[in-house]
Nanobody, 127 residues
Framework: QVQLVESGGGSVQAGGSLRLSCAAS????????MGWFRQAPAKEREFVAA????????YYADSVKGRFTISRANAKNTLYLQMNGLKREDTAIYYC????????????????????WGQGTQVTVSS
């Protein structure tokens, strides 16, 4: 019913920037809270950022505050993650995710509260 497709991953030097996109199918995208998660080698999946259905509220992991920006373009059914000042420790597979509930006023950093997931895109930061 819902498909999420990430793009924009790749390799970048430390200190560089990258923008990830997540294109969503379905007519109810504008009602979903959305999030980005990542999983590095030998580590558990961790929360990165979330955004409310309206785009009016955001929530970031402490490790990315001030460097990453989550945004959305509901008319285009697209979620974005702008990543600046990239560090080696940002290397991971990045996933976008959607909460199937609509117009929920709170944001979650728990992966078990998201229902739809993209296939992931690799981000590699080198020195």
């Amino acid at each position: 019913q819902v498909q999420l497709v990430e793009s924009g991953g790749g390799s970048v030097q430390a200190g560089g920037s990258l923008r990830l996109s997540c294109a969503a199918s379905g007519r109810t995208f504008s009602g979903y809270n959305m999030g980005w998660f990542r999983q590095a080698p030998a580590k558990e999946r961790e929360f990165v950022a979330a955004i409310s259905w309206s785009g009016g509220r955001t929530y970031y992991a402490d490790s990315v505050k001030g460097r990453f920006t989550i945004s959305r373009a509901n008319a285009k059914n697209t979620l974005y993650l702008q990543m600046n000042g990239l560090k080696r420790e940002d290397t991971a597979i990045y996933y976008c995710a959607a909460d199937r509930r609509t117009f929920i006023p709170t944001l979650s950093g728990r992966d078990d509260e998201y229902d739809y997931w993209g296939q992931g895109t690799q981000v590699t930061v080198s020195s």
